[in-house]
């Protein structure tokens, strides 16, 4: 359904935004500890979409929300490395329109204020950049972390900017408050579409120290005490069925009452924490500008994150890689400390961080595994959209839809002709009408594969045998059913298979 008679002057304003690393029960109103009220309030007075979807990992996720097409096909399979010949070319394949040169053609002034992340090139200004793929504005970095205290390589349209060292920066804040001002500016003169990008809670663990204080005791409980009380808390929530299974705790990780240092332990969480904090803190000051315009009413506002939360150790596996790109010292010349142990105490500008798997298992209450696999603790996020003047009733959906559905879902809302990509519009659903059809999902990334149609949910990790799960009764995967229906297997993996080929899935080496 569009917008239908006078869309031209009702055309809604747009608003997406994207955590980072965010796991699936993290928010208030999918069962977590942390107080999220601003993003809370856009679940709870528009749509919860429990069983969306992303691609697993950030980039491949960002190409797929902006181009309605699966990532492989954009450029963008893995990462933003360039593997030509013999691979992606890591930047958005300039024949895709974004959804920003969409809605750009259609007069909306457009703004991405965060992170961007679909580029080879990060050092100077070329056609695969965001200034020059449909966004008006840009303020923010354009690899995939930076430190929050201090970015260095933060933007301004296609302006370097100077490493921030005043006292008080913090990039979540900044984004947050550009974002508000171009409400605010762009409000009541053209539809407006913005895009605001966090890097929260994407390592490193980097947060004001007042807001680390406010979680100073929430997870001194540990990781086994609190898993349960989330899918208590979901399922009350009416985000997953009373019988919903919890996954055994990561059988890497030590049970909580066993670790060396457990306040040390809750202090990684408390920062991550401050990190989702501060991020819905700035997604306020975006609806408070919103609501001084006077067009919250006919603005769509999205939530949702670019995959499931983050297990990656730091440093990471290619240590000497990772350190070759870190800055050795601060800006104020303090030695930069990286890694993950008790005499790094994170959330300062002189550590680098991660909060780990144990913690990550956390986030993803109940499912299991994360960021990069495809299992459901990789790929579900909570998508929540609020639009008062198109989705009048609160309500929770439970049809499957993935990030190619985007793209479509708004260019439907906004009254603009469909992109020709293989998602389908979720306003039928969200409005509380049937689902125009029973379309599969699919998913790749780094040897990791799926395909969903309907209940059945076919799964395999890189170079390991598929499983195969009934989603409806069995959200964690916890009861494989491949022994049981090898014919639903063959046929759910033909019809992968086919879909690999038709978007250029490329094989990945498998690592022993």
Avoid at 189 to 214: C, Q, S, V
Avoid at 286 to 315: H, K, R, W, Y
Avoid at 381 to 403: F, K, N
Avoid at 433 to 439: A, C, F, K
């Amino acid at each position: 359904m569009s917008t239908g008679e006078g869309a031209d002057e009702r055309r809604p304003n747009v608003i997406v935004i994207l955590a980072d690393d965010m796991g699936y029960s993290d928010l208030g109103c999918f069962g977590g500890e942390i107080s999220t009220p601003n993003i809370d309030r856009i679940g709870r007075e528009g749509i919860r979409f429990t069983q969306f979807y992303n691609t697993a990992r950030c980039s491949p996720s960002r190409a797929s929300l902006l181009t309605g097409r699966h990532p492989h096909e954009v450029g963008i399979g893995v990462l933003t490395d360039d593997e030509r010949p013999h691979g992606y070319p890591g930047s958005l394949d300039p024949r895709f329109p974004t959804l920003a040169e969409r809605l750009g053609d259609a007069g909306y002034a457009t703004c991405l204020s965060g992170k961007w992340h679909l580029s080879s090139n990060v050092r100077e200004p070329d056609g695969s950049w965001p200034t020059r793929r449909g966004f008006g504005e840009f303020y923010g970095i354009m690899p995939g972390a930076d430190d929050y205290f201090h970015p260095r390589a933060l933007w301004h349209n296609e302006e370097r900017q100077p490493v921030p060292t005043e006292p008080g920066y913090y990039f979540t804040d900044a984004i947050s408050e550009h974002a508000a001002q171009f409400v605010t500016d762009r409000a009541g003169e053209t539809p407006f579409f913005l895009y605001l990008a966090y890097t929260a809670p994407h390592w490193p663990l980097h947060a004001p120290e007042e807001d680390i204080r406010e979680y100073a005791h929430t997870f001194e409980d540990g990781w086994d005490a609190l898993r349960p009380r989330r899918l208590a808390r979901l399922v009350e929530e009416g985000i997953l069925p009373p019988d919903s299974e919890l996954s055994e705790r990561d059988p890497s990780q030590p049970a909580f009452a066993e670790v060396s240092d457990p306040e040390w332990e809750a202090r990684r969480m408390a920062v991550y924490a401050a990190q989702v904090a501060a991020m819905d803190r700035g997604v306020g000051r975006v609806l408070d500008a919103l609501a001084a315009t006077g067009e919250a009413e006919n603005t769509i506002v999205l939530f949702l994150s670019d995959n499931g939360a983050c297990a990656e150790q730091m440093p990471p596996e290619d240590a000497t890689h990772f350190r070759e790109r870190q800055p050795s010292h601060t800006p104020g010349g303090v030695p930069l400390r990286i890694g993950n142990e008790p005499a790094i105490r994170p959330g300062a500008d002189d550590t680098f961080a991660s909060y780990g798997r144990a913690w990550a298992n956390l986030s993803n209450t109940p499912f299991r595994l994360y960021k990069r696999w495809v299992h459901e603790g990789g790929i579900a996020t909570p998508l929540l959209a609020r639009w008062p003047e198109g989705l009048a009733e609160p309500r929770i959906v439970r049809d499957p839809y993935q990030l190619t559905d985007i793209t479509p879902t708004l260019l439907d809302a906004c009254g603009l002709e469909p992109s020709d990509g293989p998602g389908i519009s979720m306003l039928p659903t969200a409005r509380g009408e049937s689902p125009s059809d029973e379309h599969p999902l699919f998913w790749e990334h780094i040897g990791n594969a799926a395909v969903r149609r309907g209940r059945w949910k076919l799964v395999r990790e890189a170079g390991r045998p598929w499983e195969l799960y009934d989603i409806d009764a069995d959200r964690s995967e916890l009861h494989d059913r491949a022994e049981l229906f090898p014919d639903l297997v063959d046929e759910l993996q033909e019809l992968w298979q086919q879909w690999a080929d038709s978007v250029g899935v490329l094989p990945r080496p498998v690592k022993p």
